[in-house]
């Protein structure tokens, strides 16, 4: 699941940075930060030390190819309909729960597994957008984003109560996918805080 997450991220950073016309060097930090920034704060916030990319270099090799791939078959997946979007949604719901994961194998309250899941799925974009000067995904009125990993964190919680792990992991990232998706199609948004 951290793999198909990785890539999912890494293919993602890698389109916004492509659409930015970053050069080769560019493109593949961007897909790197995407694919460990909410990991990296997650595995800091719990004393995870060093952070999981750097004990392993695969993750860092899985980014690279993925970064790679996604320049040199770019023209395909667009073809394909296979966008930014769509990976940044499947990032988005595997990076939640892989965050809750870690937080409740070290007996974290479930409530505060669900705040790091979400960090874990959010912060990779939010660290994207921030290096590609853009608002955040995570802080624009018209996405639902952090929203969907909170439902969908939740319901994962209360599933493994019921449901075996595996079914629990599905629907629950089935459920943030869908709503992230639903919330595109239909023009969902969370109501905008105004100034004066």
């Not at 952070?51 to 970064?67: A, N, Y």
């Not at 597994?113 to 974009?125: D, E, M, P, Q, S």
């Not at 964190?153 to 998706?181: D, E, K, N, S, W």
């Amino acid at each position: 699941m951290e793999i198909l997450g990785t890539i999912a991220f890494a293919v993602s950073g890698a389109f916004s940075a492509m659409e930015k016309k970053l050069d080769l060097f560019g493109v593949l930090i961007i897909g790197f930060v995407t694919a460990i920034g909410g990991g990296t704060i997650r595995d800091v916030l719990i004393g995870n030390t060093p952070v999981t990319w750097m004990r392993d270099m695969t993750t860092p090799l899985i980014i690279l190819g993925s970064g790679l791939l996604t320049i040199l078959f770019k023209g395909y997946l667009e073809k394909l309909k296979i966008t930014f979007f769509l990976f940044d949604t499947l990032g988005l719901g595997l990076f939640t729960i892989i965050g809750i994961q870690k937080g409740l194998s070290i007996g974290l309250n479930p409530g505060i597994c669900v705040a790091l899941g979400t960090i874990t799925g959010c912060f990779g974009g939010v660290l994207r957008d921030m290096l590609l000067n853009h608002i955040p995904v995570l802080f624009r009125s018209r996405e639902i984003y952090a929203t969907a990993c909170i439902i969908g964190g939740t319901i994962y919680c209360f599933g493994l109560m019921v449901l075996p792990q595996q079914a629990a992991q599905v629907l629950a990232i089935g459920l943030i996918c869908g709503i992230r998706i639903l919330a595109v199609r239909l023009n969902w948004q969370l109501p905008a805080v105004k100034g004066k």
